[in-house]
């Protein structure tokens, strides 16, 4: 198996109403609480912080025009938890607005109480996937919910199972030339596909760890901060991938072109 150099880590929200904010990735999409205090919620899978929810009730409210998050993709381990899941979403009526066959994966879509986006998918077989020129073949097709159910039928949902990770993150951009040079150019991402006014990129044979599209927001300005929505994407590289990139980066604080922090920290285990 191919050893990862680079992970989604962490994605951290600011939003105005905490409570119900973490009870809506609690109850409905699954995450376990893992920490919480009157400023902020930690919430992720056996013990790890996959999402983090920072109150700040002053924050200016994002607009969905605006660049910043599309969505946050929890990828599930098979496509039994995503069935179950499934289920799980219709007995506690989940706001679905999407459900997509990629080719690559399966998912199910929706936006938190705050207008976040959420994708919770799980990934055909690698060795199903076609290629072609270092480009990756993906569609996005109807998908057939009740076979997805069905392939759930026999397990109870507790929650995401442990294995759960955020498999990418969909990013709203103001134009694609300067993200693909940050997000190429600048992190060393490899291009694995591009949609009309879409590019995703990836490393290690992954389809996609980010995506930028300029649907929702083309020629967004750079982001006022504070504001809801997205404060921080983390990502998790191998040792020679984190030096290789710090070295080639200026001393400032990383922002990509939109003013959003993306923040580079060492891989803690090898997958």
């Known amino acids: ?9 962490q994605v951290t929200l600011t939003v ?10 609690q109850r409905v999409i699954g995450l376990h609480l893992l920490h919480a205090d009157a400023a902020s919620a930690n919430l992720g899978v056996e013990g790890r912080t996959l999402l983090e929810l920072r109150k700040d009730t002053a924050a200016r409210r994002r607009s969905n025009r605006e660049a910043g998050l599309f969505h946050t993709a929890f990828l599930l381990p098979s496509r039994a938890d995503l069935g179950r899941w499934l289920g799980h979403g219709a007995r506690v009526r989940a706001p679905l607005v999407g459900a997509s066959d990629h080719l690559v994966s399966e998912a199910l879509y929706l936006s938190d109480p705050e207008g976040n986006g959420i994708e919770i998918y799980s990934d055909r077989p690698a060795e199903s996937w076609t290629w072609h020129n270092g480009q990756v073949t993906m569609s996005t097709e109807a998908l057939d919910l009740e076979n997805l159910m069905a392939a759930g039928q ?4 507790k929650g995401f199972p442990a294995g759960s990770t955020i498999g990418h993150v969909h990013l ?3 134009a694609i030339a300067p ?48 504001s809801t929505g997205l ?7 191998s040792p ?9 980066l ?11 922090p993306i923040a580079l920290v060492p891989a803690l285990v090898a997958a």
């Not at 198996?1 to 880590?9: H, Q, Y």
């Not at 105005?16 to 809506?24: I, K, V």
């Not at 200026?250 to 959003?260: M, S, V, Y």
Request: proline share 6%; hydrophobic share 40%; glycine share 10%.
């Open 231 to 237: 404060t921080e994407l983390r990502l998790a590289l």
């Open 250 to 260: 200026p001393q400032a604080p990383l922002t990509d072109p939109w003013g959003t």
């Open 1 to 9: 198996m191919t050893t990862k150099t680079l992970a989604i880590s």
């Open 172 to 174: 709203q951009v103001g």
């Open 179 to 226: 993200a693909e040079a940050f997000y190429a150019g600048t992190l060393g991402l490899g291009i694995t596909c591009r949609y009309p006014g879409g590019t995703f990129y990836a490393v290690d044979g992954y389809h996609h760890h980010i995506a930028t599209n300029i649907w929702n927001s083309r020629g967004a300005p750079v982001r006022e901060m504070p």
């Open 154 to 157: 026999g397990g109870e949902w």
């Open 16 to 25: 105005h109403d905490l409570d119900r904010m973490s009870d809506f990735y």
């Open 240 to 248: 020679e991938r984190l030096a290789a990139t710090l070295a080639k």
